[in-house]
């Protein structure tokens, strides 16, 4: 449930002190370097006196808080999401999901290189499902070679040998989903099966 913008400015004075305490400071410290009087920062503490911009950034700078941390605003800025990415075979793969087990999506890169890399054929547990967003990928699945070009979706079963790389020294970029042992990315459905069919009419 949502706070009332009341709620958040009356729990700003018990922030302030414990913030101040925590960076073992007095209230004359903090008076002497933020030119804000003592009596008004007690105020401001004990909730005598409503927080305002003028009083509040100072204080953010020398405790070195955010704003919407000092006040404990709702977090409804910032969208963008963090992610790490994880460098792997000569690859870079960006994790796109959080949650463990279960299906897992990346954003798979692999670099330009004048000298392509000699294929290593893996084989491990799981399925996987490749949609090419840029550039061209060689892919080695047992005993056959593809080259799949943006916009094309593969998928296999990553039991069998395989390898991915470019197929011209490109840089390539592909979505990447990767599930347990059995497990698809999406079901397939005959084309000359009408609802009818699957109604069992």
Same mark, same amino acid.
């Given at each position: 449930m949502e706070r009332e913008p009341?709620?958040?400015?009356?729990?700003?004075?018990? $922030?302030?002190?414990?913030?101040?305490?925590?960076?073992?400071?007095?209230? !004359?410290?903090?008076?002497?370097?933020? !030119?804000?009087?003592?009596?008004?920062?007690?105020?401001?503490?004990?909730?005598?006196?409503?927080?305002?911009?003028?009083?509040?950034?100072?204080?953010? $700078?020398?405790?070195?808080?955010?704003?919407?941390?000092?006040?404990?605003?709702? $977090?409804?800025?910032?969208?963008?999401?963090?992610?790490?990415?994880?460098?792997?075979?000569?690859?870079?793969?960006?994790?796109?999901?959080?949650?463990?087990?279960?299906?897992?999506?990346?954003?798979?890169?692999?670099?330009?290189?004048?000298?392509p890399r000699e294929p290593t054929p893996q084989t491990h547990e799981g399925f996987e499902w490749l949609y090419i967003l840029d550039g061209n990928l060689r892919l080695l699945l047992g005993e056959r070679q593809l080259t799949l070009t943006p916009g094309e979706v593969a998928e296999f079963d990553t039991t069998l040998p395989h390898w991915l790389g470019s197929a011209d020294g490109g840089a390539v970029e592909a979505l990447v989903l990767f599930g347990p042992q059995g497990t698809r990315a999406h079901l397939r459905v005959t084309p000359d099966r009408t609802p009818q069919d699957r109604d069992g009419r």
């Amino acid at each position: 449930m949502e706070r009332e913008p009341e709620d958040v400015l009356d729990a700003v004075g018990a $922030r302030l002190r414990a913030v101040r305490r925590e960076r073992g400071m007095t209230l !004359a410290d903090v008076a002497e370097v933020t !030119a804000v009087s003592e009596s008004t920062l007690s105020r401001l503490e004990s909730g005598q006196r409503r927080p305002a911009l003028d009083l509040l950034l100072p204080l953010t $700078r020398l405790y070195g808080v955010p704003l919407d941390d000092l006040v404990g605003a709702p $977090r409804t800025g910032d969208p963008r999401i963090h992610l790490k990415p994880i460098r792997r075979f000569g690859m870079v793969f960006v994790p796109l999901s959080r949650r463990p087990g279960g299906m897992q999506a990346f954003k798979m890169i692999i670099p330009a290189s004048p000298n392509p890399r000699e294929p290593t054929p893996q084989t491990h547990e799981g399925f996987e499902w490749l949609y090419i967003l840029d550039g061209n990928l060689r892919l080695l699945l047992g005993e056959r070679q593809l080259t799949l070009t943006p916009g094309e979706v593969a998928e296999f079963d990553t039991t069998l040998p395989h390898w991915l790389g470019s197929a011209d020294g490109g840089a390539v970029e592909a979505l990447v989903l990767f599930g347990p042992q059995g497990t698809r990315a999406h079901l397939r459905v005959t084309p000359d099966r009408t609802p009818q069919d699957r109604d069992g009419r």
